[in-house]
């Protein structure tokens, strides 16, 4: 029972290079999510998309950019990453078939930008 | 414009003190959905509960329990003889009928539970 699987756990980046980082779930929920957590913050959506080849902005989307070409997979893409991107990035889906259904996280990535 | 205040950044505890998480959340939609999530040490974050505007009716579920006032725009979270497990992140979002029901969270607030 994987739920949200996020890789990888932890990455160290320099200045201007990009990555992409990997969001997966086996429920087969339409509704997935991007978030960054800033230390002692709550949780600021970057992007979001409501099924396969839908996506929307979320709060904080400069610097980000998402593709959902299948249900199952909403991978996030940092094309030059800066310092104000360190941050832990969480993915998230919850089920469409009723408003209002909880998410389910993943475990996190830990992106420091050096 | 929605938004979700969580006043207390912080809060030390004496295992099996009673503690309450603070929630005001603000919105003008009739319809909406107020969770908490837990974020222990470990990094991952955990649902806990959701309850909907029409439903005003308080839970309670073994230790914990959630007061919901639509009065008051609070939405508050107890926990009854805390334990040093209980020591998280306890975030309260928001999710409302506009925008696609996209959840809104407050700063979350730290609980620090002591033997």
């Known amino acids: 029972n994987a739920g949200v699987t996020q890789t990888p756990k932890f990455r160290i980046l320099k200045i201007g290079q990009s990555m992409t980082l990997q969001c997966a779930q086996d429920?087969?929920?339409?509704?997935m999510y991007w978030y960054r957590q800033d230390p002692g913050m709550g949780l600021k959506l970057i992007y979001y998309?409501?099924?396969?080849?839908?996506?929307d902005k979320g709060e904080v989307p400069n610097g980000y950019n998402v593709s959902r070409s299948t249900t199952e997979d909403f991978p996030l893409r940092l094309e030059l990453a800066a310092p104000s991107q360190t941050s832990v990035y969480f993915c998230?889906?919850?089920?469409?078939?009723?408003?209002?259904?909880?998410?389910?996280f993943g475990d996190g990535t830990r992106l420091s930008i050096l | 414009a929605q938004k979700v205040t969580q006043a207390q950044t912080e809060i030390s505890v004496v295992e099996k003190e009673d503690v309450t998480l603070d929630c005001v959340y603000e919105?003008?939609?009739?319809?909406?959905?107020l969770f908490w999530y837990k974020q222990p040490p470990s990094g991952e974050l955990v649902f806990l509960i959701r309850?909907?505007?029409?439903?005003?009716q308080n839970e309670i579920s073994g230790r914990y329990s959630w007061n919901f006032q639509k009065s008051t725009s609070s939405f508050n979270f107890t926990i009854t003889a805390s334990q040093v497990v209980d020591s998280a992140v306890y975030f309260c979002?928001?999710?409302?009928?506009?925008?696609?029901?996209?959840?809104?969270f407050g700063a979350g607030t730290r609980l620090f539970v002591k033997a």
């Open positions: 998309s409501v099924g396969a080849g839908i996506t």
């Open positions: 309850r909907n505007s029409f439903d005003e």
């Open positions: 979002a928001l999710s409302v009928s506009t925008g696609g029901f996209k959840t809104i």
């Open positions: 998230a889906s919850s089920y469409s078939g009723a408003p209002g259904q909880p998410q389910h």
């Open positions: 429920m087969n929920h339409n509704y």
């Open positions: 919105t003008r939609d009739t319809t909406y959905y």
